[in-house]
């Protein structure tokens, strides 16, 4: 497995979030992990790459304890992390934001360069020299997606990628996540969207008040109305 979690439990000051969560990732796998707002979907992900006030449990990334380890060392061993709000450098062009993302090359990873990341979204390759503040949510999206690419990871972190998107944008990014998924990358994404999340995932868990309620694959998950509205219907 490239990412095997256990009994992961976290916390903001005294406040608990996540209580013993556990989930795994493996190699060309897409995982979703489902929930409402304020499951616990984007603390579970600031948990794994240590931007929480305290966590407990197992995190092992690549067979490798990583839970201890501070969030730079963790990027640097390939577990990249695109978050909710995409922090995108507003003053830099595209292809300076993709440079800040750029790591070494990494054995048995695909490497990501600038041009197989304008064919993996055109949009791009269109405003190479467009300053990330002047693009749309959706090119936002893909930049900071790519300049996580640009990292050679062997897993990434999806925080709510279809969120406010155009559906003719979220059909792009279903096609370009499964193209990721081709070159033998792990993903976990958060997701509130069950659409798009059956469009591109194999298994999924469902987080409800920071416990994790089924796990199971997406036909699975299709197959058990009850699980559905219980915990993802609003």
Do not use: C
Not at 27 to 55: H, I, M, P, Q, Y
Request: proline content about 5%; hydrophobic content about 40%; cysteine-free.
């Amino acid at each position: 497995m490239k990412l095997d979690v256990g009994k992961l439990n976290s916390f903001y000051s005294p406040a608990q979030i996540l209580f013993d969560v556990g989930f795994t990732v493996g190699s060309g796998e897409v995982v979703a992990l489902l929930g409402r707002n304020g499951a616990g979907k984007s603390t579970t992900f600031k948990s794994l790459v240590g931007l929480v006030g305290r966590r407990e449990g197992e995190i092992r990334f690549e067979g490798e304890e990583i839970s201890r380890l501070p969030t730079y060392e963790i990027a640097r061993r390939g577990l990249g992390y695109v978050p909710e709000d995409r922090r995108v450098f507003g003053e830099l062009t595209v292809e300076e934001n993709l440079e800040v993302g750029r790591q070494p090359p990494r054995d048995g990873v695909t490497t990501w360069t600038p041009e197989r990341l304008y064919e993996l979204f055109p949009n791009l390759a269109e405003m190479r020299k467009r300053p990330g503040g002047q693009m749309s949510g959706g090119e936002q999206q893909m930049l900071t997606i790519s300049r996580t690419l640009m990292g050679n990871p062997s897993l990434v972190l999806l925080d709510e990628p279809s969120e406010g998107l155009a559906p003719k944008i979220i059909e792009q990014m279903a096609d370009a996540i499964l193209k990721m998924k081709k070159e033998g990358l792990g993903i976990l994404l958060s997701e509130q969207n069950l659409h798009f999340a059956r469009l591109i995932s194999d298994r999924a868990y469902i987080l409800e008040k920071g416990r994790i309620r089924f796990s199971g694959t997406i036909a699975e998950l299709e197959a058990n109305e009850a699980v559905r509205n219980q915990y993802l219907a609003v």
